[in-house]
C-alpha cells in the first residue's frame, strides 16, 4: 500500500493538498495538509506532506526514532527479506486449540479457516497467502484432496463449537435462534443445489444456496444446515432443528423464528418431538374475529400486552408508541401512494390501498381501517407456558443476533459470491465460513471488540525478517506488542 500526495482544485484560485492511499481501487485520504492559494504555499505544503509520509510509514519500523544512525549501522550486514504476520498465526492458532480444532484430522482445514478471518480470499489464493503472510506451505493437489473430505467432519465441528458454548457462555439448550439468508454465486448455471430463488442478497437472476444458521442468545453459531436455492424458508425449519435435537440428543429446546417459519405443520410437528417456540405473528393476515379480540383487549398504552389463545398456540400482542409512529408514517405514505392512483390509474405501480373492479379503481377503506386499528401492534406466537409476556417478547427481540452473524459472515468473513461448483467443495466452503464464524463470534463476546478491530491489533505486530550477507543465517525482529492487544490476550485466555 503506498503513499501518495494528492493535488486537486477546489476553485480557481485553490489547491487542496492531501495525502492518500489507494486500498481496494478506492481512494483513501490519510492526512488533509491544507490549502494554498499561492506557488510558495503549495511547495511549502508538499513539503509537509512528504515528511508526514516519511514520519508515518505505512508499516512499523525495524528501529526506533530515537536509535542514532550510527548504531543502525547492523543493517549493512544484513538483507531486508519483508515481514511476517506470524503473531497473528500463533493468536488464532492457540484460539483454535481452545477450540480443539487442531484435533481435526486436517491442518489445513483449520488453517483455512485463520486464513478466512485474516483475509477472505478463494481458496487457491488462500494459500498464496499463507505462504507470503505466515510461511505455511500446501500444494493446489493438497487443496483439491482435501475439499471433498471436509464436509464428512461437519458433525464433529459442530459438537466442538456446541462444547464451547456450554463451557463458556453457559449454553443449555434451553433458547436456540433460528433464522435463513442466502448466498449467491458468481455464475448463471443452475443444477440441483444451486438455483434460482428468492434473495436476500437483490441476486434474484443468480443461482443461490439457502443457509439454516441456529446461535445462541449471544449470537454464538451452533448448527447449520444447506438446502438448495429455491428452498421456501419455512420448510428449513424443520429439518434443521430437528437434526440439531437429534445430534446432540436434547429432551427439550425452545426455538426462536421469524414469522416465516410459522404454519400450522411446522407447530404440530413441534408440539409432537416435546418443542417449544417463539415465533413472530403476521397480523395482516389474521381473521376478523381475532383482529376483534385484539382490538377489544389491547390497552392502547406503551408497552402493554394482551394474550389470546389460537390455532396456532398463545397469541401475546404488545403496543408500543414508537412502532405506533412508525406505522402510522408508512400507512399515510401507501395511502397517499393509493390517492394518485386512483386519480390516474394505469400511470404508476399497483398500490397498497386500491381497490380494483371492472368499473372502477377506488381507495380500499376497508384494508386501511383494518390497517389502523393495528398501528403499532406486534405479535408472538407460543407454546411456552409460565413466561411473563415481557421474557417471550424479550426472547424474540434477541433475533437481532443471527441478523448479525449473518452481516458478519458476508461482509468480515466474504462468505459469499461462492465461486465453486461441486456440492461437495459448497459444503467444505460453508464448513470453513461456519468455523471461521465460530472462532469471530467468540472474540468479539469475549474482548467487546470488533473482529475487525482485533485484527487490525494483530497486524500491528510483524515479524521483519533479516538474512545475513555473509552467513545466510536468518534473523527475525518482532514488533512490540500493544498495551491493548495484551489486554486482549489476557479477556481471551479467560
Same mark, same amino acid.
Given at each position: ?6 493535488v ?9 493538498i492531501?495525502v ?30 512528504s ?16 536509535v542514532p ?9 544484513? !538483507? ?27 491442518q489445513?482445514?483449520?488453517d ?6 485474516? !483475509? ?33 467432519l ?5 459438537? #466442538?463449537?456446541?462444547?464451547?458454548a ?13 433464522d ?6 458468481e ?13 436476500k ?6 443461482p ?7 446461535v ?6 451452533v ?17 434443521s ?9 436434547? !429432551? ?19 408440539? !409432537? ?23 377489544? #383487549? ?18 401475546i ?22 390517492e394518485?392512483e386512483?386519480e390516474?390509474?394505469g400511470k404508476?405501480?399497483?398500490a ?11 381507495l ?8 389502523r ?43 459469499r ?15 470453513i ?14 474482548? #467487546? ?38 489486554e ?7
Amino acid at each position: 500500500m503506498k503513499y501518495s500526495i494528492r493535488v486537486d482544485r477546489t476553485n480557481q484560485s485553490a489547491l487542496r493538498i492531501q495525502v492518500v492511499c489507494y486500498f481496494k481501487r478506492k481512494v483513501v485520504v490519510l492526512k488533509h495538509v491544507g490549502t494554498a492559494h499561492t506557488e510558495d504555499e503549495l511547495l511549502l505544503l508538499k513539503e509537509i506532506a512528504s515528511k508526514w509520509i516519511i514520519e508515518n510509514p505505512h508499516q512499523p519500523q525495524l528501529f526506533p526514532k530515537n536509535v542514532p544512525t550510527s548504531k543502525s549501522n547492523i543493517l549493512k550486514s544484513f !538483507e531486508y527479506r519483508g515481514i511476517r504476520y506470524t503473531f497473528a498465526y500463533e493468536f488464532f492458532s492457540h484460539l483454535c486449540e481452545h477450540f480443539r480444532f487442531t484435533t481435526l484430522p486436517s491442518q489445513l482445514l483449520v488453517d483455512l479457516v485463520i486464513m478466512r478471518i485474516f !483475509e477472505p480470499a478463494s481458496k487457491l489464493r488462500s494459500l498464496s497467502l499463507l505462504s507470503r503472510y505466515f510461511d505455511i506451505n500446501y500444494s493446489e493437489k493438497v487443496l483439491y484432496q482435501s475439499l471433498s473430505k471436509f464436509p464428512a467432519l461437519k458433525q464433529s465441528v459442530e459438537e #466442538k463449537i456446541v462444547a464451547i458454548a456450554k463451557k463458556e457462555f453457559g449454553f443449555d439448550f434451553s433458547f436456540v435462534l433460528y433464522d435463513v439468508t442466502t448466498l449467491y454465486f458468481e455464475t448463471f448455471k443452475s443444477d440441483n443445489l444451486r438455483k434460482p430463488g428468492f434473495s436476500k442478497d437483490n441476486k434474484s437472476q443468480q443461482p443461490q444456496i439457502v443457509i439454516g444458521l441456529m446461535v445462541t442468545s449471544q449470537g454464538f453459531p451452533v448448527s447449520y444446515e444447506i438446502f438448495a436455492g429455491n428452498t421456501f424458508e419455512g420448510t428449513t425449519f424443520l429439518p434443521s432443528i430437528l437434526s440439531f435435537k437429534s445430534l446432540h440428543r436434547v !429432551e427439550t429446546l425452545t426455538i426462536v423464528a421469524d414469522a416465516a417459519m410459522l404454519s400450522l405443520n411446522n407447530i404440530h410437528k413441534l408440539i !409432537e418431538n416435546n418443542l417449544t417456540y417463539v415465533v413472530g405473528a403476521r397480523l395482516g393476515n389474521i381473521g376478523t374475529d381475532l383482529l376483534k379480540i385484539i382490538d377489544e #383487549k389491547l390497552v392502547r398504552a406503551d408497552t402493554s400486552t394482551m394474550r389470546t389463545d389460537t390455532e396456532h398456540g398463545t397469541l401475546i400482542c404488545s403496543y408500543s408508541k414508537k412502532r405506533y409512529a412508525k406505522d402510522l408514517s408508512d400507512m399515510n405514505k401507501h395511502i397517499k401512494k393509493a390517492e394518485k392512483e386512483v386519480e390516474t390509474p394505469g400511470k404508476m405501480k399497483r398500490a397498497k390501498f386500491v381497490s380494483t373492479t371492472m368499473e372502477k379503481v377506488s381507495l380500499n377503506d376497508a384494508l386501511i381501517a383494518r390497517t389502523r386499528k393495528l398501528l403499532g401492534i406486534k405479535g408472538y406466537y407460543t407454546n411456552l407456558k409460565n413466561v411473563s409476556d415481557p421474557d417471550i417478547i424479550g426472547h424474540y427481540q434477541s433475533l437481532w443476533n443471527v441478523e448479525q452473524s449473518f452481516r458478519m459472515a458476508k461482509s468480515d468473513l466474504a462468505s459469499r459470491p461462492i465461486f465453486h461448483r461441486k456440492e461437495t467443495s459448497i459444503q467444505a466452503h460453508m464448513l470453513i465460513c461456519v468455523m471461521a464464524l465460530a472462532l469471530s463470534r467468540y472474540i468479539e463476546i469475549k474482548t #467487546k471488540r470488533s473482529i475487525r478491530h482485533v485484527l487490525d491489533m494483530c497486524r500491528t505486530v510483524t515479524d521483519a525478517l533479516l538474512v545475513h550477507r555473509a552467513t545466510n543465517t536468518t534473523n527475525i525482529m518482532r514488533a512490540p506488542v500493544s498495551e491493548e492487544m495484551r489486554e486482549i490476550q489476557e479477556m481471551m485466555s479467560h
